[in-house]
């Protein structure tokens, strides 16, 4: 395990493999740590550095007092990446992770040479939405909440009590501390990056999975169009995480992406 303090928080974050290689980065979703993409990395191989870490108020890191910014978000990993030295990577962000990579790539263009945005867009949700969620889980927490999710998050196929995986992801979810949890939401909440994005000029592959009931392939695909040369790739049998459905074809689809992007 690895901790910084940086942009006033600690962050738990792990780097690995060659520090000769490219820089891929990873970004998590709302209630969940690192371990998400832990098979994708697998599948991957050799071929990166990688780094991933549990943003603000998830997994290990720490969870400072809600409410949340987007910016925070975008500051923490900034300058984890700073401390770290990366001054060139890839990001590939999930969800609000795809949001804090947009955020980031807006902010520095020059140290950022592809993305990929997976089950994500430039803006999620509403704000009654995220009002709701928030009154919701500071008054009762997250398990009241965690059917509904899971719902969003996993196929039917998958969303089974004999799975031990799903119940495994389920108690993730429900573990995130309620700062995390609520501060996070307040960031989404807060957040529209529909001029920024627009205005980004690296290369980009949006995805998604087809049983997405957080953000729709519809919404991920008007998020791909606002970018000039974005590329959108549905992923069958998969819901808000194909990073943990369908491994092998988020890895298949990030790992051609970047060879024809020349990174890596």
């Not at 087809?210 to 606002?226: C, E, H, I, M, Y």
């Amino acid at each position: 395990m690895a901790f910084a303090r940086v942009n006033g928080v600690v962050l738990h974050h792990e780097d690995r493999g060659d520090a000769a290689r490219p820089v891929l980065v990873f970004a998590n979703s709302l209630g969940t740590d690192f371990r998400i993409w832990d098979a994708v990395v697998a599948l991957l191989g050799e071929r990166f550095r990688y780094i991933r870490y549990d943003k603000r108020g998830h997994g290990l890191s720490e969870a400072t007092p809600a409410p949340y910014a987007m910016a925070d978000h975008v500051g923490d990993l900034e300058s984890l990446l700073d401390h770290l030295g990366v001054t060139s990577c890839a990001l590939v962000g999930l969800s609000v992770g795809g949001l804090i990579a947009q955020g980031l790539a807006a902010k520095r263009p020059e140290h950022v040479k592809a993305m990929v945005l997976m089950d994500t867009a430039h803006r999620i949700g509403t704000t009654e939405m995220w009002n709701q969620r928030i009154d919701g889980v500071t008054k009762d927490g997250i398990a009241p909440l965690a059917d509904a999710i899971m719902q969003r998050w996993f196929t039917p196929a998958y969303r089974s009590p004999d799975n031990p995986d799903f119940v495994g992801y389920t108690a993730m979810l429900t573990r995130t501390p309620i700062d995390g949890y609520a501060g996070t939401c307040a960031a989404l909440r807060d957040t529209d990056y529909t001029a920024q994005t627009s205005g980004l000029t690296l290369p980009v592959l949006a995805i998604v999975g087809d049983q997405d009931g957080s953000t729709p392939p519809d919404l991920v695909r008007s998020t791909a169009d606002l970018i000039r040369g974005a590329q959108f790739r549905i992923i069958p049998d998969a819901g808000h995480l194909p990073c943990i459905e369908q491994p092998q074809a988020v890895a298949n689809l990030i790992g051609n992406f970047l060879r024809d992007a020349r990174f890596g």
